[in-house]
């Protein structure tokens, strides 16, 4: 199966774009996803943060399970407001 | 009205949404760049968001705030890019019969809007830059 990657902010500037695609084993959970894409993008990993996970566009727990075509944004702490 | 945009926001537009023959209270709130932050120098703050996740966020606050206090409408409006020294980010308008829902209501959506929102702000300041939230006691590599 293949899904659809977007990423914002640190990710974005860490990964050097803001989308990818990424074929993946059926099953594959939102943690199996980050793994494989640590191997594709070495500086991707921040430590010390907290990271939310969202699959088309609700906030998901990291092990929820993959289908063909989702959209999977990994969230850093966000910062919005002022 | 749920909205992030790129254009300057215009306050006068969320109270005309917010305004309501049965209202009696209308609250804004508007937050802005300010010219510092722990210490730094801050030149502007730029906003970024997963756009059309972060407006349903932003409706699902307005829809939390009106579960919990009678208010008439809500607006939030989240402006996305460089923000400068004095300019706003966030606005917020509540209408609600009574004052205090008012106020109660944009206290929580603002609270809510730091917390879940997927809206990420890269502090520029005299000597480089950070994106806030991510710093672990340092100050991060410049690319």
């Known amino acids: 199966m293949k899904v659809r990657v977007k990423f914002f902010a640190i990710l974005r500037e860490r990964a050097g774009c803001g989308a990818v695609e990424k074929e993946l084993a059926d099953g594959s959970t939102v943690a199996d996803l980050w793994r494989e894409l640590q191997k594709d993008y070495a500086k991707l990993d921040v430590p010390g943060i907290r990271m939310l996970y969202a699959v088309n566009q609700n906030y998901v727990g990291v092990d929820q399970t993959l289908k063909d075509q989702d959209e999977v944004v990994f969230i850093p702490p966000v910062s919005g407001g002022c | ?143």
């Open chain 2, 1 to 143: 009205m749920f909205q992030v945009t790129n254009q300057a926001i215009d306050l006068q537009t969320l109270v005309d949404y917010v305004t309501d023959p049965e209202a009696g209270a209308i609250a804004t709130f508007i937050g802005t760049t300010r010219n510092n932050n722990e210490g730094r120098k801050v030149i502007a703050l730029e906003y970024e968001a997963y756009g059309e996740m972060a407006e349903k966020e932003l409706a699902r606050i307005g829809a939390d705030a009106a579960k919990n206090w009678p208010i008439c409408r809500m607006a939030i409006l989240h402006r996305l890019g460089a923000v400068e020294i004095g300019e706003a980010s966030v606005m917020i308008a509540v209408s609600s019969a009574h004052r205090d829902a008012a106020f109660a209501a944009s206290r929580f959506a603002i609270e809510e809007i730091k917390k879940t929102v997927p809206i990420w702000k890269k502090e520029v300041f005299e000597g480089g830059e950070v994106w806030i939230g991510t710093q672990t006691g340092q100050r991060l590599p410049d690319r």
